[in-house]
């Protein structure tokens, strides 16, 4: 097996900032948005990366069709003395938006004890981790959610309607960040597209046909996007899911968000979603030492269940960050492909691997 070559995460931040600004995007906006896409690549998120699906790509396809706008910025809204805000990102770089949200969902918790901020007229945001880590890395525990456009059948429904709508949730404890960080689906609907494209299986208890029947083996591409992802549990506790997508999408709708089905960007590539980062001081309620020291207990409770190889939620991401760090970030041919196409059409010049040729 061939080994990939690795990028250092300044060098690929540099590269996404140069490609963004490219577009018509601030520095400051370009720069933010780059350090989220990156910060995937870095815990090993590549679906959410510089030269993922949700990445540079999808960004300049939708920047040039006029269905994002690259120059603004997010409006706010909020009542004098009240822990939550609304911002009306207004079509915005969605990671950017996020971010943002992010920040002041973190002030409004400093000042409050608690802080939330819905964020409508969004777009994707990427990784929902980095929103999280960000939080933990004030000192706070946070959620992020975000709705999508639609790919699930409510369980027992015969109709489209709910989206990934993935969760992020952490607490910090003591030097690590305890964050999952999941899809309300089965699993993210990219890596079947990948795997029909590529002439794969696709894994079962994964994908309904238009029919209603489970996907097993390989399945084109063409009939793939006519089916639809089953939510987390699958044929039998879908439910589970599927409840919270329906939870994900009302909340949202609190902020502003849509009443009804979304498109998927396929179909529409100016659909809207909606986007939450809640906020919480440690210390509102008990000592922060307190707190501290009791979910350092938790979690050493928690590790001596297991082995060297059970892992908390989060782990396995902060293992490839702190090897990315030091190593750099391993980047597959197709990866280092993509990066030169992007660069290409927008006249920046792509990064150079730091080992490997």
């Not at 805000?85 to 969902?105: E, K, N, S, W």
């Not at 529409?268 to 000592?287: G, K, V």
Request: aromatic share 6%; with cysteine; net charge negative.
């Amino acid at each position: 097996m061939t080994e990939k070559k690795r990028i250092s995460e300044e060098a690929l931040v540099r590269f996404a900032t140069k490609c963004i600004m490219a577009l018509g995007a601030p520095e400051d906006r370009a720069r933010v948005t780059a350090e989220i896409l990156a910060a995937a690549d870095m815990r090993g998120i590549s679906s959410h990366g510089v030269a993922g699906g949700t990445g540079l790509r999808e960004l300049v396809e939708r920047i040039q069709k006029d269905a994002i706008d690259p120059k603004t910025a997010p409006s706010v809204k909020r009542n004098e003395n009240w822990a939550v805000a609304v911002m009306d990102a207004q079509g915005g770089i969605g990671p950017a938006a996020a971010m943002d949200a992010t920040r002041l969902a973190g002030d409004l918790a400093e000042e409050y004890g608690i802080g939330k901020v819905y964020v409508h007229n969004a777009n994707h945001f990427g990784a929902a981790c980095v929103y999280a880590e960000a939080l933990i890395d004030r000192g706070l525990a946070g959620r992020a959610t975000c709705t999508s456009g639609a790919w699930m059948k409510p369980f027992g429904g015969n109709r489209i309607r709910l989206g990934t709508n993935p969760i992020a949730w952490g607490v910090p404890a003591g030097n690590q960040a305890i964050v999952i960080d999941v899809a309300t689906t089965q699993r993210a609907v990219s890596p079947a597209i990948r795997a029909s494209r590529a002439g794969e299986a696709i894994p079962d208890d994964y994908f309904l046909d238009e029919n209603g029947d489970v996907i097993s083996g390989h399945v084109a591409y063409d009939e793939l996007i006519k089916g639809s992802v089953l939510p987390l549990g699958g044929t039998q506790f879908g439910y589970k899911g599927s409840g919270l997508a329906v939870l994900v999408d009302l909340d949202g709708v609190i902020g502003g968000g849509a009443t009804g089905h979304i498109p998927t960007l396929r179909v529409r590539p100016d659909a809207r979603i909606t986007q939450t980062i809640e906020a919480w001081r440690m210390d509102a309620l008990y000592p922060l030492e307190d707190v501290k020291r009791r979910l350092a207990e938790a979690v050493r409770d928690i590790k001596s269940c297991g082995g060297p190889e059970m892992l908390l939620p989060g782990e396995r991401e902060a293992h490839k960050k702190v090897d990315a760090e030091k190593n750099g970030i391993p980047y597959e041919t197709s990866q280092w492909e993509a990066l030169k196409m992007i660069g290409g059409w927008l006249g920046v010049e792509s990064p150079e691997a730091i080992q490997g040729n």
